[in-house]
């Protein structure tokens, strides 16, 4: 239930128990004390007063989110449908990718056992991750959008993802985790300065850039946490070490373009 509602079905609850106190004496209800406080319901709700914004968004009603999170959640696209794959079919932009679905999501970046040269010990694509990759690819073909330089990190669910999509990569480990779960300012720097000359870097003329990765490394330099896995985000490099953040991508949303 929303917030907004909730406040709603309060006061309602709050304005049912005075009539009844007003006919027969009742005391004081109990619910009251069940019930959250109304600035509490109303606190975050656009269009209540005293609120200033919505907390939670897609992918979770109410929940506590990051702000990366919320970045992505809130996230409005400056290009889509027809407008967003004709500037696609020009070329001149970085498409991110986080990798598609994997069996399970935890930080394999951290775990002692994790090898980079051995996908045994790593998070693997499942089916729908495999399916997602497949249905880019045939999308990126149908839409005849031009890919130039594929990117990838060097964990298998990123690399391959990036085989599985467009048929080859060249691994980078500039897209790599930091081996930690969480990171200090200085990480978070460190992971922003790896990225930045990929996102950043003018594809050549007719093309774009496909670079996939992993959400900590996007969200390091953007400050969008990509989310779910298989978001892409539509970057266009200004040539003087910048971007526009133009739009962002679902697996499935590629066909309806």
């Known amino acids: 239930m929303t917030k907004r509602l909730k406040a ?19 005391e004081t209800p109990t619910a009251l004390e069940t019930e959250p406080d109304v600035a509490a319901q ?17 992918g979770g009603e109410g929940g506590d989110y990051s702000a990366g999170e919320q970045a992505n959640a809130d996230f409005e696209d400056k290009l889509s449908g027809s ?33 980079l040269d051995d ?7 499942n089916e729908v991750g495999i ?13 005849a959008i031009p890919v130039g330089d594929v990117i990838a990190s060097e964990y298998c669910r990123a690399w391959q993802t990036a085989d599985l999509a467009f048929g080859t990569h060249e691994k980078n480990a ?7 779960e969480d990171y200090t300012d200085e990480q978070v720097e460190e992971m922003k300065s790896n990225v930045m000359p990929l996102l950043t870097a003018v594809p050549a003329d ?21 989310d779910p896995q298989g978001m892409a985000y539509v970057l ?13 991508m679902l697996p499935e949303e590629w066909a309806n373009l």
């Not at 709603?8 to 009742?26: K, Q, S, T, Y």
């Not at 004709?86 to 970046?109: C, N, P, W």
């Open 174 to 180: 500039d897209l790599n985790f930091l081996p930690f």
């Open 83 to 115: 407008e967003l794959l004709s500037a696609l079919q020009e070329g001149g932009h970085v498409i991110y990718f986080r990798h598609a679905q994997t069996e399970k999501d935890y930080a394999d970046q951290a775990d002692p056992s994790m090898s």
């Open 119 to 125: 996908c045994e010990t790593q998070r693997k694509l």
């Open 206 to 226: 007719g093309t774009n850039t496909v670079i996939v990765g992993h959400d900590d490394i996007f969200e390091a330099a953007t400050g969008i946490y990509p």
């Open 8 to 26: 709603v079905e309060l006061f309602l609850a709050v304005g049912l128990v005075a009539g009844l106190a007003a006919c027969g004496g009742a």
């Open 236 to 248: 266009t490099p200004d040539g003087s070490g910048g971007f526009i953040i133009q739009a962002n």
């Open 42 to 58: 109303s606190e975050g709700v656009e269009g209540v007063e005293g609120a200033e914004s919505v907390e939670g968004g897609e």
């Open 131 to 143: 399916g997602q990759a497949e249905a880019i690819r045939a999308a990126f073909t149908e839409k």
